[in-house]
């Protein structure tokens, strides 16, 4: 009847792993509503472990928090639909050897707090899919890999107060696509960008604070909606410029 469960690996390589006691364990929690379920596993994991079903379970319970670090040797699995439509949940953090294939019926209504880290997307249609579904979210944290399947990152979030993007460089010939920002709300913005690509913004007249890392340089398009912030950090490959200001 706990209302909050931790399943992580062991440090210990030669420790077996967790998955055994989480499968059973889930199968006798009876909790009426789950605060936070939060699964870290790593190579030890079968590769069979049915993490969907685990996942499917906690929406059942009406999970509010959701923390899924899938480090294995498996391919990236996808999650279950039920997940898309959940009520309850508030914060979810996926990471790693994950597919986002979101359905056209995504609605997560209650969501605050979104961190999607080195995840696969199915398509660039998925990523904004998801974004656009939830009519609440206040913070967003992106961490992309390589090869994730998505060109073209869009954040069009009006709810949107707090932005972390990042990409690892790319590989040789890919231009490093594009991000395009447009979040009426945004407060906070902070880009790491090693890709080359480009980036794009507009309609944020509540920028506080910016801060920008990359090997590419803003151009004044990009910087027309900073001019209500009151720090700016810019960092292009080994210039820094930091101009603060008060209001």
Avoid at 68 to 79: G, K, R, V
Avoid at 97 to 119: A, F, M, N, W
């Amino acid at each position: 009847m706990v209302p909050r469960l931790e399943y992580k690996e062991s440090k210990d390589s030669d420790h077996e792993s967790v998955w055994w006691f989480l499968e059973k364990s889930l199968q006798q929690h009876k909790a009426p509503i789950l605060e936070s379920l939060s699964i870290k596993l790593d190579q030890r994991c079968p590769i069979d472990a049915d993490v969907k079903k685990w996942i499917a379970n906690a929406v059942d319970r009406r999970v509010r928090m959701l923390n899924l670090i899938l480090m294995w040797s498996a391919a990236p699995i996808d999650l279950p639909a039920s997940l898309y439509t959940c009520e309850t949940l508030v914060e979810l953090n996926l990471c790693r050897e994950i597919l986002l294939d979101v359905p056209s019926s995504v609605c997560l209504t209650s969501l605050k707090k979104l961190y999607l880290s080195g995840l696969m997307y199915k398509d660039e249609v998925s990523a904004v899919r998801l974004l656009s579904s939830c009519p609440v979210l206040e913070q967003l944290s992106v961490s992309r890999s390589r090869n994730d399947n998505v060109t073209n990152f869009i954040v069009e979030v009006p709810s949107l107060k707090n932005l972390l993007y990042s990409k690892e460089r790319s590989d040789i010939g890919d231009t490093g696509g594009s991000l395009v920002i447009d979040c009426p709300a945004l407060k906070d913005l902070f880009i790491l960008d090693s890709s080359g690509g480009s980036c794009s913004s507009r309609n944020m007249p509540c920028l506080d604070r910016v801060l920008i890392s990359t090997v590419w340089y803003p151009d004044e398009k990009f910087l027309i909606p900073f001019s209500s912030i009151t720090c700016l950090k810019l960092c292009m490959t080994h210039a820094m410029v930091d101009v603060s200001a008060p209001r």
